[in-house]
Nanobody, 123 residues
Framework: ADLQESGGGSVKAGGSLTLSCAASDYAWNRYCIGWFRQPPGEERREIASFDSDGDIKYWGWGRSEKGRFTISKDHAENILYLRIDNLKAEDSAMYYC???????????????WGKGIMVTVSS
């Protein structure tokens, strides 16, 4: 698989979680790579992404909750991370790693996707 997420599961509200995404060289070398979330019954939405210049952008939920989401990467290992702090029940969702070649990493333009991983936050 070009993208594979790990690190999800059930966590208590207020805790922290770090998701990982292992990427193939092909995925890693796309213009952008980022994290997306899809709560049950809702559309997939952007959280944060890196572009090929190394610039980070937070989008949508990731921007409104910017202090709680941190995207980072290990370039040597082709691993993308997403740390979520102070977890809330509304963070419960499937989290996906995606890559593509359009500025802004919009979810509709991503050409590569991982299978996703579930995060469930309980009070």
């Amino acid at each position: 698989a070009d993208l594979q997420e790990s690190g999800g599961g059930s966590v208590k509200a207020g805790g922290s979680l770090t998701l990982s995404c292992a990427a193939s060289d092909y995925a890693w070398n796309r213009y952008c790579i980022g994290w997306f979330r899809q709560p049950p019954g809702e559309e997939r939405r952007e959280i944060a992404s890196f572009d090929s210049d190394g610039d980070i952008k937070y989008w949508g939920w990731g921007r409104s909750e910017k202090g709680r989401f941190t995207i980072s990467k290990d370039h040597a290992e082709n691993i993308l991370y997403l740390r979520i702090d102070n977890l809330k029940a509304e963070d419960s969702a499937m989290y996906y790693c995606g890559a593509g070649d359009q500025y802004g990493c919009p979810h509709y333009a991503m050409t590569l996707w991982g299978k996703g991983i579930m995060v469930t936050v309980s009070s």
